[in-house]
T-cell receptor, first 114, second 111 residues
């Protein structure tokens, strides 16, 4: 069974550009959530999607957005990039059903903004 | 917000046992996860506790006390490769797909 797959793994962007990151969850998992990890702030929740609907949202500005497709794949977009957006962006997936007892992370996308 | 506290750093020697504590104050608490994260890598799932008690999985065990808002991760027979950050995270019943993370405990295992 394939794990959570994120692309691209590494990317460099310049300030003001926008970026789109992709996440393919584990087969059968319908919940996809996104996190930003920086040395100073730790792991911070961005948003969660379930069945193509945003179910939860963290405290990030509107420049951060996401979506989920009918096959549960998800994308997140950051517009007007700032230097502080440099981080590891992690995607996690979990299966449907109550309890949420298995949440697995992908390898992450390393974004550097210069 | 959710208050999740764990020590910032711990050190131990190979072959020893170490216990990493995590306390939380979370309304609507559902369950608690432990993840291991090596530098430059993604978090790896270690355990999930929803009921009180000890869950053992090889060299790693995790304990939960819901009434005390307390958990610990116990690592036995430490190996150099166990040097990593250990993340405590909780879920709430109202937002099951969302993890609330502590800041992580950086464990260094010395030879």
């Amino acid at each position: 069974k394939a794990g959570v797959t994120q692309t691209p793994r590494y990317l460099i962007k310049t300030r003001g550009q926008q970026v789109t990151l992709s996440c393919s969850p584990i087969s059968g998992h319908r919940s996809v959530s996104w996190y930003q990890q920086t040395p100073g702030q730790g792991l911070q929740f961005l948003f969660e999607y379930f069945s193509e609907t945003q179910r939860n949202k963290g405290n990030f500005p509107g420049r951060f957005s996401g979506r989920q497709f009918s096959n549960s794949r998800s994308e997140m977009n950051v517009s007007t990039l700032e230097l502080g957006d440099s981080a590891l962006y992690l995607c996690a997936s979990s299966p449907p059903g109550a309890g949420g007892n298995t949440i697995y992370f992908g390898e992450g996308s390393w974004l550097t903004v210069v | 917000g959710q208050n999740i506290d764990q020590p910032t750093e711990m050190t131990a020697t190979e072959g020893a046992i170490v216990q990493i504590n995590c306390t939380y104050q979370t309304s609507g608490f559902n369950g608690l996860f432990w993840y291991q994260q090596h530098a430059g890598e993604a978090p790896t799932f270690l355990s999930y506790n929803v009921l009180d008690g000890l869950e053992e999985k090889g060299r790693f065990s995790s304990f939960l006390s819901r009434s005390k808002g307390y958990s610990y991760l116990l690592l036995k027979e430490l190996q150099m490769k166990d040097s990593a950050s250990y993340l405590c995270a909780v879920t709430r019943g109202s937002t099951l797909g969302r993890l609330y993370f502590g800041r992580g405990t950086q464990l260094t295992v010395w030879p």
